[in-house]
């Protein structure tokens, strides 16, 4: 049974990765034959190069001054990821912070809805990007103009998740549990939430990758470091394979989240899957 696993396992990894490494490989040869200049578009391996460079310490190791750990972690590319994903890990806190309960209110409670419906729906389609002369007008530069800006890309799909959740769950339910004498509180907790779970978890997945796209666009504009400035620093001095390796280094960072997210999903929802199984 091992064995008929690991050459599953093969066969998947054949499978998932035939067509990255085929373009990989095509790119590296039309690079090398002239077609275009390298500062135009680097070749793969010498992208690879500078992703090592930009990836590597500064300094020689000093086991005197610093740890092996933290001298690792001392190149640009650790620095400026950590930057990133401490900018996107805030920034959705505070979004989905405020998201979730004002979505439980407005799915749950229909004059609330009302009221807060009509101003939703007017902001919802302003893209973050719009409010980045608002944001530096208010907060100055640094962080806090990236934090709200990364907030407001996860607040609404968050928020819209959340009310489509809420107000989606089958009445049969809602009935059952009112006949059994459930009260509001009980009925809320212990219905209406677990059973819009799944919209929301998804709300969450879709605002943390909109919060990446944020944190980028943010970074270009008001902050020194992360991986968006490093890519707007690149641009600068025409380091075009600069620019593509922190552009795969988002990308690696991004699928490690979804990633980590579905699997979370997956096991929050155990019950939800079971009873999709029946």
Same mark, same amino acid.
């Given at each position: 049974?091992?064995?008929?696993?690991?050459?599953?396992?093969?066969?998947?990894? #054949?499978? @998932?990765?035939? /067509? $990255?490494?085929?373009?990989?490989?095509?790119?590296?040869?039309?690079?090398?034959?002239?077609? !275009?200049? $390298?500062?135009?578009?680097? %070749?793969?391996?010498?992208?690879?190069?500078?992703?090592? %460079?930009?990836?590597?310490?500064?300094?020689?190791?000093?086991?005197?001054? =610093?740890?092996?750990?933290?001298?690792?972690? @001392?190149?640009?590319?650790?620095?400026?990821?950590? %930057?990133?994903?401490?900018?996107? /890990?805030?920034?959705?806190?505070?979004?989905?912070?405020?998201?979730?309960?004002?979505?439980? +209110?407005?799915?749950?409670?229909?004059?609330?809805?009302?009221?807060?419906? &009509?101003?939703?729906?007017?902001?919802? $389609?302003?893209? &973050? *990007? %719009?409010?980045? &002369?608002?944001?530096?007008?208010?907060?100055? +530069?640094?962080? $806090?103009?990236?934090?709200?800006?990364?907030?407001?890309?996860?607040?609404?799909?968050?928020? =819209?998740?959340?009310?489509?959740? #809420?107000?989606?769950?089958? @009445?049969?339910?809602?009935?059952?549990?009112?006949?059994?004498?459930?009260?509001?509180?009980?009925?809320?907790?212990? #219905?209406?939430?677990?059973?819009?779970? &799944?919209? *929301? +978890?998804?709300?969450?997945?879709?605002?943390?990758? #909109?919060?990446?796209?944020?944190?980028?666009?943010?970074?270009? *504009?008001? !902050?020194?470091?992360?991986?968006?400035?490093?890519?707007?620093?690149?641009?600068?001095?025409?380091?075009?394979?600069?620019?593509?390796?922190?552009?795969?280094?988002?990308?690696?960072?991004?699928?490690?989240?979804?990633?980590? =997210?579905?699997?979370?999903?997956?096991?929050?929802?155990?019950?939800?899957?079971?009873?999709?199984?029946?």
């Amino acid at each position: 049974m091992t064995g008929q696993r690991i050459t599953a396992l093969l066969k998947q990894l #054949v499978s @998932s990765t035939i /067509v $990255p490494v085929t373009l990989i490989i095509a790119w590296e040869l039309f690079s090398r034959c002239g077609f !275009v200049t $390298p500062q135009v578009l680097p %070749a793969p391996s010498q992208i690879l190069m500078r992703w090592f %460079a930009y990836a590597s310490p500064q300094e020689p190791f000093n086991s005197a001054t =610093m740890s092996y750990a933290a001298w690792l972690f @001392s190149g640009e590319l650790p620095h400026d990821a950590v %930057a990133t994903i401490f900018r996107v /890990v805030v920034g959705f806190a505070i979004g989905a912070g405020l998201a979730l309960p004002l979505g439980l +209110l407005m799915g749950n409670f229909t004059r609330i809805y009302c009221h807060f419906n &009509p101003l939703i729906q007017v902001l919802r $389609p302003i893209p &973050p *990007i %719009a409010y980045i &002369p608002l944001a530096i007008l208010w907060f100055g +530069l640094g962080n $806090p103009p990236a934090f709200f800006l990364i907030s407001l890309g996860a607040f609404f799909p968050v928020l =819209m998740n959340t009310i489509a959740g #809420v107000r989606s769950v089958d @009445s049969v339910y809602i009935r059952a549990a009112q006949n059994l004498g459930a009260q509001p509180l009980t009925l809320f907790i212990r #219905v209406i939430l677990p059973a819009a779970t &799944p919209h *929301i +978890l998804t709300g969450v997945r879709v605002g943390i990758g #909109v919060s990446f796209i944020c944190v980028i666009v943010a970074e270009m *504009i008001a !902050v020194n470091n992360g991986l968006g400035f490093r890519i707007l620093e690149a641009r600068e001095f025409f380091w075009s394979d600069k620019i593509i390796a922190g552009m795969f280094t988002i990308g690696l960072l991004g699928l490690a989240i979804d990633t980590g =997210m579905s699997r979370l999903n997956t096991y929050l929802l155990r019950w939800h899957r079971g009873l999709e199984g029946n």
